[in-house]
T-cell receptor
Framework: DGGITQSPKYLFRKEGQNVTLSCEQN?????MYWYRQDPGQGLRLIYY???????QKGDIAEGYSVSREKKESFPLTVTSAQKNPTAFYLC????????????FGPGTRLTVL | SQKIEQNSEALNIQEGKTATLTCNYT??????LQWYRQDPGRGPVFLLL?????KEKRKERLKVTFDTTLKQSLFHITASQPADSATYLC??????????FGKGNQVVVIP
């Protein structure tokens, strides 16, 4: 089955700790995205990558870091510098070319204790 | 500033009726607009895409319109069913293949 997976589904972290969220896709998509969703809010773009070994900051990149060493994988690290990390994190991928939709993973709910 | 507005109040609708959702935007010039469905605790799922030169797009019981003069898209679900209950997100294309999402509009279909 082709798709995009995120793990874990639920994650708990103590304040001051870094944590890495996994995102893997087997759709052969070049572009990958990380969004954050807070209750009653729309999706906000954290980072995106359109090709291996390259990525760009989105609208709310502060306190986050990413890497894109493989086409299939785009992990997101939430660092201790992120002031309000508790949120629902969504990863998406997209084929290159105009007018393509984004395919989303199931999300990871991060709670900082 | 750039803004995408969707109604924050849930739309409660009787089964079989047509649900209509509105997406208004300012300070964007999207080449296309997309609609997604999101169920609680899950990732959004793509429904429809409409390009700036298209007025209307249909897929089964779904219809989307796009008016670039009014800067508005309307999303219709005809013959609504309880299974259509979800939150529907409007998303605008902007620079470098990114999407800007609205906050979503919840639909509740009452049997």
């Amino acid at each position: 089955d082709g798709g995009i997976t995120q793990s874990p589904k639920y994650l708990f972290r103590k304040e001051g700790q870094n944590v890495t969220l996994s995102c893997e896709q087997n759709l052969n998509h070049d572009a990958m995205y990380w969004y954050r969703q807070d209750p009653g809010q729309g999706l906000r773009l954290i980072y995106y990558s359109q090709i291996v070994n390259d990525f760009q900051k989105g609208d709310i990149a502060e306190g986050y870091s990413v890497s894109r060493e493989k086409k299939e994988s785009f992990p997101l690290t939430v660092t201790s510098a992120q002031k309000n990390p508790t949120a629902f994190y969504l990863c998406a991928s997209r084929g290159l070319g105009d007018y393509n939709e984004q395919f989303f993973g199931p999300g990871t709910r991060l709670t900082v204790l | 500033s750039q803004k995408i507005e969707q109604n924050s109040e849930a739309l409660n609708i009787q089964e079989g009726k047509t649900a209509t959702l509105t997406c208004n935007y300012t300070n964007y010039s999207p080449a296309y607009l997309q609609w997604y469905r999101q169920d609680p605790g899950r990732g959004p799922v793509f429904l429809l895409l409409i390009r700036e030169n298209e007025k209307e797009k249909r897929k089964e019981r779904l219809k989307v319109t796009f008016d670039t003069t009014l800067k508005q898209s309307l999303f219709h679900i005809t013959a609504s069913q309880p299974a259509d209950s979800a939150t529907y997100l409007c998303a605008l294309h902007y620079g470098n293949n990114r999407l800007a999402f609205g906050k979503g509009n919840q639909v509740v279909v009452i049997p």
